[in-house]
């Protein structure tokens, strides 16, 4: 009898352990089957080079970017398209992790958890990117043959229209050096999302926002530059004398001595809170995109470290994507939505899913962001040439900052204040040399196309 009863209970248990698997199988293969199902090793998705072999991905007209046609995958016919778009659209190979072809595999493939792979066709499913191509080619032939990323994204929906990096090469047509020419090192990865940069005089705007936010009497003050300030034992220095201006002036001037000074007064404390809250150490997910997180290090550096670091001039680094939205949130009053560049997908004219906008947390107050757009909107009205421009609604801050190579890294970044036109905009540029000149004039091509298409 109790022999029986022991087997009755080891049948009862193994019965158990049975159902539990089972639970837990059906759980993870609900969760997770459609990432098992997109792995290599599923061959009858990818061919022996390894692409993708199904989905079509279109930009937000309606140009197509890359389908599946005789087995292969394919790009667009046109060459220019097709480099321009490259780290939107990934390559075949999957080797551009932030790009479509690889971040948004499982959208492509018909992945159904009752009929698994029995619905795959070359055509997949239908993705429609934020991007409009005709955009970043103009992006891209602003960038010349600079390493750098051009961004613009409309801060209320956070659609990014447009997204190009550099290095880059044709999809099509894989260089054969491609490995080892160093002329394509860093082209798998996406700068806007995966790099990190000296902010150059960016970095101002983190600061005003500290001085606006923590000094009463910041705007009333009285300025001056000599063109040298004594930190310690040491001296920043400008560019040239400023002589004496009022805090609007010091920003569209760019002017260090007083920057670095104001820096001092807040302590590297302090300032290192406002970096901290405005997004630029953090690391933002973005459909699966995993941002760079930005390195400032102000509160136990020396005062002549600190005055620099408030000028972007010292060690600190940046990510292009994170400051991006920050200039966005300056727009929108304190919270910017967060990018992306996947608008929709569809299969046989079934919407599976549509981008729905998502806001950041408050940035920063509505006031002092109404502060910073006016001054900005001063720079751009005293400082940058409006009529290389197709609008004089324009708010910016260029950046630069000088190399060993004898010339300078570059930055332009901002956002237009006209509200039928909510986008901001970046320019970073690599051995170019000024931040107004040269990134701003690639800014200014890339707006006028923008105004061309809207």
Request: glycine residues 10%.
């Amino acid at each position: 009898m109790k022999k029986i009863q022991r087997r009755a209970l080891l049948c009862v248990g193994i019965c158990l352990f049975l159902t539990f698997g089972m639970i837990f199988f059906l759980y993870e293969y609900g969760t997770k089957g459609d990432r098992w199902f997109i792995q290599r090793y599923n061959r009858h998705l990818y061919s022996d080079q390894q692409k993708l072999l199904s989905g079509t991905v279109e930009d937000i007209n309606g140009v197509l970017l890359s389908q599946v046609q005789d087995g292969s995958r394919i790009f667009s016919q046109d060459e220019a398209t097709r480099i321009a778009n490259l780290h939107v659209v990934g390559d075949a190979h999957g080797n551009i992790g932030t790009a479509a072809l690889s971040l948004y595999a499982d959208y492509l493939i018909s992945y159904s958890a009752l009929s698994g792979a029995g619905g795959i066709t070359e055509e997949g499913n239908h993705l429609t990117l934020t991007v409009d191509s005709r955009l970043n080619i103009a992006a891209r032939e602003a960038l010349e043959d600079h390493a750098g990323c051009v961004a613009v994204y409309n801060y209320k929906t956070g659609e990014i229209i447009c997204l190009v990096s550099t290095p880059d090469y044709d999809p099509e047509h894989v260089p054969e050096d491609l490995e080892s020419n160093p002329a394509y090192n860093g082209a798998y990865l996406n700068r806007f999302y995966s790099s990190t940069f000296r902010p150059g005089s960016i970095m101002k705007l983190i600061t005003l926002e500290a001085v606006l936010s923590e000094i009463p009497d910041a705007e009333t003050r009285t300025y001056t530059c000599t063109g040298s300030l004594p930190v310690g034992d040491n001296i920043v220095t400008c560019e040239r004398a400023h002589g004496t201006m009022s805090l609007a002036d010091a920003l569209a001037r760019s002017c260090n001595c007083v920057f670095a000074d104001l820096s001092v007064e807040l302590g590297g404390q302090t300032l290192q809170r406002y970096v901290r809250k405005a997004g630029l150490t953090h690391s933002y997910t973005l459909g699966g995109v995993h941002t760079a997180k930005g390195s400032f290090e102000l509160a136990t550096i020396t005062d002549y470290q600190l005055g620099w670091a408030g000028v972007g001039l010292y060690h600190d680094l940046v990510n292009p994507c994170s400051m991006l939205i920050y200039l966005g949130s300056v727009a929108g009053d304190g919270r910017a939505a967060l990018p992306t560049t996947l608008q929709k997908v569809t299969a046989d004219g079934k919407l599976l899913y549509e981008h729905k906008p998502e806001k950041t947390s408050q940035l920063l107050s509505a006031e002092i962001a109404g502060k910073l757009r006016s001054y900005m909107k001063n720079n751009a009205a005293t400082m940058y040439d409006l009529s290389r421009f197709p609008t004089t609604e324009i708010a910016a801050k260029s950046g630069t900052i000088e190399t060993k190579t004898g010339k300078s890294n570059c930055w332009f970044a901002g956002f237009l204040t006209d509200s039928e036109m909510p986008y901001a905009f970046l320019v970073y540029m690599e051995n170019a040399g000024s931040g107004n000149r040269v990134a701003g004039s690639a800014a200014a091509k890339v707006l006028h196309a923008l105004y061309e298409t809207r």
